[in-house]
């Protein structure tokens, strides 16, 4: 037995022991939250609350055995000062990377606009420039719904001829004159229709008895026939619809108008079907038959040959044909 053994009592040795345990338990614990510390301050990252270890659990592992209150006392505060001083400086590094990503993110948003009205208001040639290009500014003013203000300005060649462009007056005077023009027309045209002629015919039953009637130019077939009924007495039974009109082998039918023949200059192989300003015109061209004798003798030549009028033929090159199909020279 030593002579330190002699000098010390037991319970002074056990206590100096305990002592130098906790005050180790103490260094290890302040040593273990300055490493954590170290780690995330240099890593940047903020681990989740149910991985981090709580203050109690750190106390529990590191506090082994006996420990004044006091001291226990002192290392739970320490580990929660350290602790919220972790949070503040986790906390400020995460929002300030997120405020500058958001700043980032915005500035090229804007690059990417500025990229794509620079790529809209490219420079184009004019055609009659002579080489000299349109240009476009844009300027750092803005309206009031935040877009940019454009000014244009365009440089042409005072060399070229532009008497050939109308300005918009001269495409209103066009337009009055047009409109003259038309108005005229129609004055014309009813003029025109109001006009009175002498229509010379022969009333046909196989033979020809001429007759003569006057007519406005604007009055239809069936206004003539109904006047053509007074020459003959076996046409003033019956109605207008008892009567046709034939002129050039031509079945003129009633609602017809000699103002569209004369207007459209209809023709046949001897010549306009109406032309009044030809007083020795042959009046056996203009037939007026009655519809019964027509039904008798639609089989005999001539009217074997009749046919009514269709505005799609050009009857100055159609071929007379009998009804088997041989041709026929007589008109």
Same mark, same amino acid.
């Not at 015109?281 to 009217?303: L, Q």
């Given at each position: 037995?030593s002579?330190?053994?002699f000098?010390?009592?037991?319970?002074l040795?056990?206590?100096?022991?305990?002592?130098?345990?906790?005050?180790?338990?103490e260094?290890?614990?302040?040593?273990?939250?300055?490493?954590?510390?170290?780690?995330?301050?240099?890593?940047?990252i903020?681990?989740?609350?149910?991985?981090?270890?709580?203050?109690?659990?750190?106390?529990?592992?590191?506090?082994?055995?006996?420990?004044?209150?006091?001291?226990?006392?002192?290392?739970?505060?320490?580990?929660?000062?350290?602790r919220?001083?972790e949070?503040?400086?986790?906390?400020?590094?995460?929002?300030?990377?997120?405020?500058?990503s958001?700043?980032?993110?915005?500035?090229?948003?804007?690059?990417?606009?500025?990229?794509?009205?620079?790529?809209?208001l490219?420079?184009?040639?004019?055609?009659?420039?002579?080489?000299?290009?349109?240009?476009?500014?844009?300027?750092?003013?803005?309206k009031?719904?935040?877009?940019?203000?454009?000014?244009?300005?365009?440089?042409?060649?005072?060399?070229? #001829?532009?008497?050939?462009?109308?300005t918009?007056?001269?495409?209103?005077?066009?337009?009055?004159?047009?409109?003259?023009?038309?108005?005229?027309f129609?004055?014309?045209?009813?003029?025109?229709?109001?006009?009175?002629?002498?229509?010379?015919?022969?009333?046909?039953?196989?033979?020809?008895?001429?007759?003569?009637?006057?007519?406005?130019?604007?009055?239809?077939?069936?206004?003539?026939?109904?006047r053509?009924?007074?020459?003959?007495?076996?046409?003033?039974?019956?109605?207008?619809? #008892?009567?046709? %009109?034939?002129?050039?082998?031509?079945?003129?039918?009633?609602?017809?108008?000699?103002?569209y023949?004369?207007?459209?200059?209809?023709?046949?192989?001897?010549?306009?079907?109406?032309? %009044?300003?030809?007083?020795?015109?042959?009046?056996?061209?203009?037939?007026?038959?009655?519809?019964?004798?027509?039904?008798?003798?639609?089989?005999?030549?001539?009217?074997?040959?009749?046919?009514?009028?269709?505005?799609?033929?050009?009857?100055?090159?159609?071929?007379?044909?009998?009804?088997?199909?041989?041709?026929?020279?007589?008109?």
């Open positions: 037995m002579l330190s053994n000098a010390r009592p037991p319970n040795q056990d206590a100096e022991k305990t002592g130098r345990r906790q005050q180790e338990q260094d290890s614990a302040g040593n273990l939250l300055r490493n954590r510390g170290a780690a995330s301050s240099s890593t940047g903020r681990e989740f609350e149910t991985q981090l270890v709580s203050v109690e659990d750190i106390i529990k592992n590191e506090a082994v055995g006996l420990v004044d209150r006091e001291k226990l006392k002192r290392l739970r505060e320490d580990l929660l000062a350290k919220r001083d949070e503040g400086t986790s906390r400020s590094e995460s929002e300030a990377a997120r405020s500058g958001e700043a980032a993110s915005d500035s090229d948003v804007k690059l990417t606009k500025r990229a794509k009205k620079k790529r809209g490219q420079k184009s040639k004019l055609s009659f420039a002579d080489g000299e290009e349109e240009e476009r500014e844009e300027v750092d003013q803005t009031d719904d935040g877009k940019p203000v454009v000014k244009k300005r365009r440089k042409v060649d005072p060399t070229v #001829d532009t008497s050939f462009l109308k918009k007056e001269a495409e209103e005077l066009d337009k009055q004159k047009r409109e003259e023009l038309r108005k005229e129609l004055r014309r045209q009813e003029e025109i229709k109001e006009e009175r002629v002498e229509l010379q015919f022969c009333y046909f039953d196989g033979t020809y008895t001429p007759g003569k009637v006057t007519i406005k130019k604007g009055d239809q077939i069936w206004v003539m026939l109904d053509t009924r007074k020459g003959k007495k076996e046409l003033h039974r019956g109605t207008v619809d #008892d009567i046709m %009109f034939v002129k050039d082998n031509i079945v003129i039918p009633h609602h017809y108008d000699f103002y023949f004369i207007l459209n200059k209809v023709k046949t192989k001897a010549g306009l079907l109406f032309d %009044f300003d030809s007083p020795d015109e042959d009046i056996k061209r203009s037939k007026v038959v009655h519809r019964t004798w027509y039904e008798k003798n639609r089989h005999i030549f001539p009217a074997s040959v009749w046919q009514e009028f269709d505005p799609e033929v050009d009857y100055s090159t159609l071929v007379l044909r009998d009804n088997q199909g041989f041709v026929l020279y007589q008109q």
